[in-house]
């Protein structure tokens, strides 16, 4: 099962301490099936590649109700680069990276297995990185890990996607709607089943690294008021998210 996985590591090409540094993490892990992916700096787009990337209306779907930045588009572009490399090679699985992650235990030949063998979805998603919210009861167990489902959660620096999720978030996402990791809307509008393993396998590395993702600078009032909006909005998501993952 191990053989069904391709790994992509997303990489700024000018920051060059962290390619050095996640290539370290790699090689600590003995990964050898790993290719590094150019990422797409945002804030060197021009003005008229920001147009014409996105989605006109792509403020209603994104969290907050917030316009993005463009290094958050960036990101976007990035990873759906990578998904657009992936849907056309012989893997069935894709393990994307990001260069701030590092492994929190091993990752050995039992949690690899778990996790290829609970890919069970035509479309799915699977978290390796901390989960917001998730339901109690596992879907799988082993090695001291268990498989989740997920209804809420963020961040995109370590997660398994398949073909059919690549396809369907390229779909919806390109040009570019939402936020790499919108993930209850890559459910909602994608179909996209998101899982995830608990405890979590990686985490971001916030004290050597600073993100180089940025909100959009947003009046303080306003802000609170969309994100009073987007609560109810995303209470009423996870309740229909709920209620698809009981009836399937």
């Not at 993005?68 to 960036?74: A, E, F, R």
């Not at 994307?96 to 050995?108: M, P, S, T, V």
């Not at 600078?217 to 998501?237: A, E, G, M, Q, S």
Request: proline share 2%; glycine share 2%.
């Amino acid at each position: 099962m191990i053989e069904e996985f391709k790994i992509y590591v997303v990489n700024l090409k000018k920051d060059k301490a962290r390619r050095k540094k996640i290539i370290k993490e790699i090689k600590k892990q003995n990964i050898k099936n790993y290719e590094i992916i150019d990422a797409v700096a945002g804030n060197e787009l021009t003005e008229y590649e920001l147009d014409t990337l996105t989605f006109k209306n792509k403020n209603n779907f994104n969290p907050w109700n917030s316009k993005m930045s463009p290094s958050q588009i960036g990101c976007a572009l990035s990873h759906i680069k990578i998904y657009k490399k992936f849907i056309n090679t012989e893997f069935e699985l894709a393990f994307i990276l990001e260069d701030d992650a590092f492994f929190l235990a091993d990752f050995g030949i039992k949690s690899k297995n778990l996790i290829a063998n609970n890919f069970k979805y035509k479309k799915q998603i699977m978290l390796l990185s901390e989960l917001k919210e998730f339901y109690p009861k596992a879907i799988d167990a082993e090695d001291g890990y268990e498989i989740v489902n997920v209804s809420n959660a963020f961040f995109t620096h370590g997660y398994i996607i398949n073909k059919e999720a690549a396809k369907a978030i390229i779909s919806f996402n390109f040009p570019v709607k939402t936020v790499a990791d919108n993930f209850v809307f890559f459910n909602i509008y994608c179909g996209v089943k998101i899982t995830g393993l608990n405890p979590f396998l990686l985490k971001q590395d916030t004290i050597n690294f600073k993100t180089s993702i940025f909100w959009v600078k947003r009046d303080k009032k306003v802000f609170l008021f969309k994100r009073t909006i987007y609560k109810v909005k995303n209470k009423i998501l996870k309740k229909f998210i709920s209620f698809k993952s009981h009836n399937n």
